[in-house]
């Protein structure tokens, strides 16, 4: 097996100032022009995490823009019967100007009825195209790069159009997508790993029980057998059921790409977690982890301690 993964070549958005409608209603930098003039309107998420609303609040003739106010590091936006825009504001209670964050968002299953833009001063960039749910559609870009503009498409029938998406901040540096987030599909550094250890958010160690390829989605699941759970955030391992040794099941994703296959022995299986899923990390042979570990200690050069037997 490879010493670790990293997702890479998802598709960078295009710049579109100024987006091709193909049927009647103003153009993005109108709707954005509205706002500036004080026509938008403002919600409140009523858990300030998600926000959930519908368009048929608007008057027909009218293409107004609406304001979503956000101050959680995650959560989720509905938009049902899409039309005009929203401007999504994403204030964390955790921002400070000069901590970096990276923002991700993950389209819901079946969103459809508008597209999805980064906007700065009036620049518009294209992150999801409507109905364009393409494998690992999961954009990232800087927080300080811009906001999020949704804007409903002409459609002859909103009835059973919802536009809905995941968003996600961390303070990992930003990639064109949630993949380019991952380590890369080459074995991680000495640094890499004690750094993995220290910062990820699941550090476990074991054995691969399967590894299931999906080339519908460009990602592999590896099944785990774990024997120590050194840290999680989420329940991502649970307890074996009785009669199956003990220890730990639980599963990690990775590229496609990157060609995981089962391999003997024991490894240490770092990784974060994002919209839920777990996605691998540095994942070193365990036998040459506790040898890195071992000289860094000797030197004084382990940025944290944990157990290695």
Not at 133 to 161: H, K, M, N, W, Y
Not at 220 to 233: D, G, P
Not at 276 to 293: T, V
């Amino acid at each position: 097996m490879r010493g670790a993964t990293r997702a890479a070549g998802g598709r960078a958005g295009q710049l579109w100032p100024r987006p091709p409608a193909p049927g009647p209603g103003p153009p993005p930098l109108l709707l954005l022009l509205a706002v500036l003039l004080g026509g938008a309107g403002a919600q409140y998420s009523s858990d300030l995490c998600s926000w959930k609303g519908s368009g048929l609040t608007h008057e027909a003739h009218r293409k107004e823009v609406e304001q979503v106010y956000l101050r959680c590091a995650a959560g989720t936006v509905e938009w049902m019967y899409p039309t005009g825009a929203l401007i999504v504001n994403l204030r964390p209670n955790t921002f400070s100007p000069s901590r970096h964050l990276t923002l991700c968002i993950k389209p819901l299953r079946g969103s459809s009825g508008a597209n999805i833009y980064l906007e700065k001063t009036g620049e518009l960039k294209l992150l999801v195209r409507d109905g364009d749910l393409g494998p690992g559609q999961a954009p990232c870009f800087g927080f300080e790069q811009g906001g999020l503009f949704v804007e409903a498409t002409p459609q002859q029938d909103i009835s059973r159009r919802t536009t809905g998406f995941q968003y996600e901040l961390t303070g990992r540096r930003a990639g064109p997508d949630l993949h380019a987030l991952s380590a890369p599909c080459r074995p991680c550094s000495h640094t890499e790993v004690l750094l993995a250890v220290c910062t990820s958010d699941f550090v476990v160690r074991g054995s691969i029980q399967k590894v299931i390829h999906e080339p519908e989605r460009q990602e592999s699941a590896i099944h785990l057998n774990v024997s120590r759970l050194y840290r999680q955030k989420s329940r991502v391992f649970r307890p074996a059921p009785e009669g199956e040794g003990g220890g730990w099941r639980g599963r990690v994703s990775t590229l496609l790409e990157c060609g995981v296959r089962p391999g003997h022995g024991e490894f240490l299986f770092t990784g974060h977690m994002h919209f839920g899923e777990a996605w691998l990390g540095c994942a070193p042979r365990f036998k040459d982890f506790q040898r890195m570990y071992r000289d860094a200690e000797e030197r004084g050069m382990n940025p944290c301690e944990m157990g290695t037997e």
